[in-house]
């Protein structure tokens, strides 16, 4: 166990003395590992201190680069590096096929927006833009320290019925945008759900059309990746592309999602709501 999560599970004993709701999350986090992922005890136990882990981490990683100015962080470089090698790939291979690059949903936001960013220099783009559920500058202003980054905001826009529009536009200008594909469906529960039929775990489950629909309409590929951090260290695993227009690419995403799952549950943000990816009404 790291230093880091070390420090977490502190965090996590100390807030659950006052903090019911603390104490109840990481509960429901490990029951859900325990239950219906039927998870070995070492990750059931730490899946409780994940939210703190996070919070460690993203807040390490935005003010020691807003204090240090825009430090560098060699081992998300390197996997920034492995993640554009593959996007070039393809760009050779199938040139007319625009790609979405989906980090799910793992150790922390602001690693992976330091990935995205690092892309768009490498890439040689002037701007990547990046389709976000996560509240912006919780701890600052995040536009200054990523200026590279245009964040096409979902949760709570105003303007959230044109994100197709703005989608399309960023795919046509740079090729290549920013999705988060496994992002369960109840976490967009203010707003009709579009959701595909899967397989996840020997049971029907569902998960977010949205990737689907656009990315079938442009012919398009899925890149999905996700983090760890192991032993004070950033890994990645980079996932075969998808074909998005290809009939088996929503149980093919399910496949990578709940091998993700499997893998990294402890590390995954969005992990305590009981539902996962079982329940979401039809639009």
């Given at each position: ?13 100390v ?27 070492a ?9 703190q ?14 204090i ?23 760009k ?48 600052g ?35 290549v ?37 656009m990315g ?21 695993h ?29 590390q ?9 990816y ?6």
């Amino acid at each position: 166990m790291t230093k880091a999560e070390q420090l977490a599970n502190i965090m996590l004993r100390v807030n659950g003395l006052f903090n019911a709701v603390c104490r109840a999350y990481g509960n429901i986090r490990a029951e859900i590992a325990r239950d219906i992922l039927h998870l070995p005890a070492a990750q059931i136990k730490r899946s409780r201190a994940a939210a703190q882990l996070e919070k460690l981490i993203d807040q390490r990683i935005y003010f020691g680069r807003d204090i240090r100015k825009h430090e560098a962080l060699p081992e998300l470089d390197a996997i920034a590096e492995k993640l554009a090698a593959r996007i070039r790939q393809l760009k050779r291979d199938v040139p007319n096929q625009p790609v979405f690059v989906s980090p799910f949903h793992y150790v922390s936001q602001y690693a992976n927006i330091y990935i995205v960013e690092r892309l768009v220099a490498l890439l040689d783009l002037k701007s990547l833009s990046v389709v976000s559920g996560v509240p912006r500058n919780q701890y600052g202003d995040d536009h200054k320290l990523i200026p590279g980054i245009k964040v096409l905001y979902t949760y709570g826009d105003a303007n959230r019925n044109g994100l197709g529009v703005r989608v399309a536009r960023a795919l046509k200008r740079d090729g290549v945008v920013v999705l988060f594909s496994d992002v369960p469906p109840f976490t967009m529960h203010r707003y009709p759900m579009e959701t595909a039929e899967v397989r996840m775990f020997g049971r029907s489950a569902r998960i977010h059309n949205g990737v689907f629909r656009m990315g079938e309409s442009f012919n398009a590929l899925l890149l999905p990746f996700y983090l760890r951090f192991e032993r004070g260290h950033f890994e990645a695993h980079i996932f075969d592309h998808i074909p998005l227009a290809a009939p088996d690419a929503p149980q093919r995403l399910a496949n990578y999602i709940e091998s993700a799952l499997t893998d990294n549950y402890q590390q995954w943000t969005p992990g305590g709501h009981p539902a996962m990816y079982s329940f979401a009404p039809n639009r």
